[in-house]
């Protein structure tokens, strides 16, 4: 490890500590409702005596807005909260930040497995299951790959071979594989007015398990098996003025923190998040940025803090963000005709780590919208680290890592402006930042560039007349990123 690498690491590993032992400073107007591990739910939740214990009873219980939800530190709470309209979600009493992990149980339960085949040494969990992205072993010290075959002309195909039919025993090649089966429902009318049969994968699709474990049951191998299943941990969709703070949110295989619409006033703040996304989305195998797959191949889940739609005064800050499939923070639509504004969003002093793109954004123009646009964007103070280095990178569009990720899209934007980041290595380009219009741009000040030699910066500009090129992180780098970026006092370095 050179000096930078050193430098790096210290910094991040002191902003991690102190996002993890942040106090718990919350303002609360209304009245405020206690959950632990201890409670009751019939309880009224008023007090800590008096706490409530599951997240159905905070998903559906009778908030006001202005009243705030309290968690108790060092409990562990599993499934889904509905978020209501101007609620506080975050902790209390003393401890680590309370866990909120997306699958029903640990399934490091030698009950719940039993050998399926032998001389392959696969092993089928007995109960039902919905998808799952990946399986984490011992919190981290290990993870699965995923196999999704494709769904053609009614039958599981190779994906990368798709005249080939998908054979469990013979696609299971590594200790640890992972597949999931379910085709018990079938719809034909995925999407743009195409019409071929895929398996429905949604809430209620519980499917089959099924896992390769070379050392005999995968329970008596590890201490813990979480599975990142799919449902969202934090289910916003459209609510306006949702803050969610101190929390840590882990093994989901949705989005941690899932919005939709037009959301005014989302607050994401002091949390922790990893272990993000990999399920199915669906079977359509239509979208353009995925040219791997043909019809009834797979796009996938998820993101860890996600708006997709219009928002208004969105804010994630003091976030420790790590291991997504997709993208660690992201607001994003394709507007389909329809007028969106992206306006006052602000990602400040987060470390994102390991995901694929640490920050993504995208406004896509289409079906005749010529007014929608992105502004008052800052990106500043952050820590952005490996895009493309963690277990997303299992995915079949491999070519597509950054540690900001825009797309090639219209992109219109104002007041748009990145600084003071820290850009820490990616497996492809470092920065995807291309608009159709040069003014749509990001102004780029006082950052930090830190890559293999030889390694991509990536591209930015406008793409109105063609795509800009892909820029190298060569001998020619300051002249570069001062030139093209227009990032004057950016710090460069080398590792070599």
């Known amino acids: 490890m050179n000096n930078i690498e050193e430098r790096i690491e210290k910094t991040t590993q002191k902003r991690i500590a102190d996002i993890r032992a942040y106090a718990d400073m919350l303002k609360i107007s209304g009245n405020t409702y206690y959950v632990s591990n201890d409670g009751n739910d019939e309880n009224d939740g008023l ?12 998903s559906f219980a009778a908030l006001c807005a202005g009243d705030g939800v309290l968690f108790k530190r060092g409990d562990l709470f599993r499934g889904t909260v509905k978020t209501r309209a101007g609620i506080s979600y975050g902790a209390y009493g003393n401890g680590e930040k309370p866990r909120f992990y997306g699958w029903d149980k640990d399934l490091a339960d030698p009950s719940l497995w039993e050998i399926a085949d032998a001389e392959h040494s696969i092993w089928h969990c007995k109960e039902k299951i919905l998808d799952v992205g990946t399986l984490v072993f011992d919190h981290g010290k290990a993870h699965s790959r995923k196999l999704i075959p494709s769904y053609a002309d009614g039958k599981f195909v190779c994906r990368d071979d798709e005249s080939r039919l ?3 025993a013979e696609e299971m090649t590594r200790d640890l594989d992972l597949y999931w089966h379910y085709d018990e429902r079938l719809t034909t009318t995925p999407s743009k007015n195409l019409s071929f049969p ?12 099924f896992l390769r474990s070379d050392r005999g049951n995968p329970a008596l191998c ?3 098996i979480e599975a990142l299943t799919k449902r969202p941990m934090f289910l916003v969709g459209g609510n306006a003025d949702v803050k969610i703070d101190n929390l840590c949110m882990k093994y989901i295989g949705h989005h941690a923190v899932c919005a939709g619409g037009h959301v005014k006033g989302l607050h994401v703040t002091n949390c922790e998040i990893g272990w993000i996304g990999g399920t199915i989305q669906h079977y359509f195998g239509t979208d353009p940025n995925y040219p791997q797959g043909s019809r009834g191949s797979v796009t996938r889940f998820g993101n860890a803090i996600e708006i997709y739609g219009g928002c208004e005064d969105y804010l994630v800050e003091n976030c420790y963000i790590y291991q997504v499939y997709d993208a660690g923070i992201t607001h994003q639509i394709t507007t389909w005709g329809k007028e969106y504004s992206l306006s006052d969003i602000k990602y400040l002093n987060n470390v994102v780590e390991d995901c694929v793109y640490a920050i993504e954004y995208f406004l896509e123009m289409n079906e005749g919208d010529t007014t929608s646009i992105m502004k008052n964007i800052l990106i500043s103070k952050n820590i952005l680290r490996r895009s493309g280095y ?3 990178q299992q995915r079949h569009n491999v070519n597509t890592p950054a540690l900001i990720k825009g797309w090639s899209y219209e992109n219109r934007a104002t007041d748009f402006l990145i600084e ?5 290595r990616s497996a492809y380009r470092m920065l995807h930042l291309v608009a159709k219009e040069p003014e749509s741009c990001p102004v780029m000040s006082k950052n930090i560039y830190v890559q293999h030699r030889g390694g991509m910066l990536g591209q930015y500009g406008a793409n109105a007349k063609k795509e800009p090129p892909i820029m190298l992180f060569d001998d020619n780098i300051e002249q570069t990123v001062k030139e093209q970026f227009g990032d004057s006092e950016a710090q460069i370095y ?3």
């Open 47 to 58: 007090s800590p005596e008096t706490a409530w214990k599951s997240l159905d009873k905070v």
């Open 166 to 168: 998908f054979v469990m």
């Open 198 to 209: 895929i398996p429905i994968v949604d809430d209620q699709s519980f499917g089959d398990l």
């Open 222 to 224: 590890f201490d813990s």
């Open 390 to 392: 963690g277990w997303g």
């Open 420 to 424: 003071d980041n820290i850009f820490d």
């Open 494 to 496: 080398f590792l070599d």
